[in-house]
């Protein structure tokens, strides 16, 4: 499937038109959306996918806290492979 289509005879501007902004001048209204292009997310995006507070890494630049980020464990997951060891330790049933 192309970049841009819905389905086979709807392109997606026809489905959802480009939101536009209001010129100062007066004149035509430029685009408020220029791509169709994925986006990366930002760091707070990141730190809230993985469990983080928000910022987290704030100290750093970007690349530091995406690289800190990546190579961190998802806070649910560690807390819940807590929960699944101390009750393995304590003979507990686990559901």
Known sequence: MAIGIVDDETTAE??????????ASGGGHPP????????????????ALQGFPLDWTAIGSDSAR?????NAVTV?????????????LADEPVD
């Not at 026809?14 to 010129?23: D, I, R």
């Not at 649910?76 to 393995?88: C, D, K, N, R, T």
């Open 14 to 23: 026809e489905k959802m038109p480009t939101l536009n902004t209001p010129s």
């Open 32 to 47: 408020a959306v220029y791509s169709t292009a994925v986006r990366r997310l930002t760091p707070r995006e990141c730190e």
């Open 66 to 70: 995406y690289k800190q980020m990546g």
């Open 76 to 88: 649910p997951v560690a807390e819940y492979m807590g929960f699944l060891i101390s009750s393995a």
